[in-house]
């Protein structure tokens, strides 16, 4: 018989708990509290986000039918519906925000970066967009987006070589995407991806003040004075690629530089894209690859909305709501941490659906993703007694 760990608690190893207590006595979260702490909540949050319970009153039925199990899991001696509803709607939420970038940062530093990605840049690559997260507004009465629905939107900064995102933020829907802009921290160097939802001349000056590329697909109405073409490659797509200036008053005087235009033509889609650019240096087809990447940003978004628990909530506060959140891109970055120190194949949805079933087995985590575990299949040809039917 197996005596080892849960493999629950073997996941939480991956958890760097001193750095979770530093974030905790920032904000004083274990203030006045006897026994179930910002620890014992996170536990049972990430149970709950790996085990894919639907509502809290789902993943309390589940929790209470292992008491003999709680300490040995992290989950602490007081656990009740009425004491976790309670944490996810009053202890301060920018707890597991600070140690969701934490995790975050850990993760950036050992997670492989991608080699398929159809560019040769060396340096960091982002694709920042914003997705909505509809809400009953009877029940989410703060979150007022129109005159009968309600709605949330989380806005993420993803490195796309690493598919990790690097930086995290909910806001009201009410909210415009730029605005969003302001709260990044750009890096020298870097690379900025985005939609023309984003075009905001003045704050894509900024960008370039920081020495940093952005690269924005253009709208359909944008006036310009073109200043030289260079030779472009039509068999690679490259209908022309321009340096301009901008022609209207204000956004000439936002961005008073030249800005290089490309007009790609995508065969597969049969579309025409135009994009924007205050990189010169790049080939144009580089460009056009970067863009194309932006499309993982909307893959992300896409998979934590279908395997983690952040559009039905186990609270109806705003701090319930995003406390939620981030222990869900806490959950998120653990599953990268592991695959990348375990040196696993597996994707992470995988990853996430073995672990699922095997939270409260007592198999060593490494063993749970070996791929000769149901090798002893007997082939048909094998020597065996058959039935004979009279």
Not at 174 to 192: C, F, K, R
Not at 204 to 212: E, G, K, S
Not at 359 to 365: H, N, R, V
Request: charged share 25%.
């Amino acid at each position: 018989m197996n005596q080892g760990k849960y493999v629950f608690s073997q996941i939480v190893t991956f958890l760097p708990a001193r750095i979770f207590d530093r974030c905790v006595s920032n904000f004083q979260g274990d203030k006045w509290v006897k026994h179930f702490t910002c620890w014992n909540q996170l536990m049972c949050m990430i149970f709950g986000q790996l085990s894919n319970r639907d509502s809290l009153r789902d993943l309390l039925v589940c929790l209470t039918a292992h008491k003999s199990k709680h300490y040995h899991l992290g989950f602490g001696k007081s656990i009740s519906r009425s004491n976790l509803a309670e944490a996810n709607e009053k202890r301060d939420c920018r707890i597991y925000e600070m140690f969701a970038f934490e995790m975050i940062a850990e993760a950036q530093k050992i997670c492989i970066a991608d080699n398929d990605l159809g560019f040769t840049i060396k340096g960091n690559v982002y694709a920042f967009d914003s997705t909505t997260i509809d809400l009953c507004l009877n029940v989410f009465w703060w979150a007022s987006f129109r005159r009968a629905k309600g709605a949330i939107k989380l806005h993420a900064l993803l490195d796309v070589k690493t598919s990790i995102p690097v930086f995290m933020y909910v806001t009201p829907a009410s909210v415009h995407d730029v605005n969003a802009l302001d709260l990044l921290v750009y890096e020298t160097g870097g690379y900025y991806i985005m939609d023309r939802g984003y075009i905001d001349f003045e704050r894509l000056a900024t960008i370039d003040q920081h020495n940093a590329f952005f690269v924005i697909r253009a709208r359909n109405n944008l006036q310009f004075t073109r200043l030289s073409s260079e030779s472009s490659d039509k068999s690679k797509g490259i209908v022309c690629d321009q340096k301009i200036t901008l022609k209207t008053f204000y956004p000439s005087k936002s961005y008073n530089k030249e800005i290089r235009r490309i007009k790609f033509y995508d065969a597969e889609q049969n579309r025409t894209f135009v994009f924007l650019s205050n990189n010169f240096e790049l080939p144009a087809t580089e460009i056009a690859m970067l863009y194309k990447n932006r499309w993982k940003i909307e893959l992300f978004f896409k998979w934590i909305k279908q395997h983690l628990k952040i559009k039905s909530f186990w609270g109806a506060s705003e701090n319930a709501v995003k406390t939620q959140i981030y222990i869900a891109i806490i959950t998120y970055t653990t599953v990268a941490i592991i695959k990348a120190k375990l040196k696993l194949k597996q994707s992470p949805y995988e990853i996430l659906q073995i672990i699922g079933v095997s939270l409260l087995d007592k198999a060593p985590l490494s063993c749970l993703f070996e791929d000769d575990l149901n090798q002893d299949i007997k082939e048909q040809n094998a020597t065996q007694l058959k039935i004979k039917l009279i």
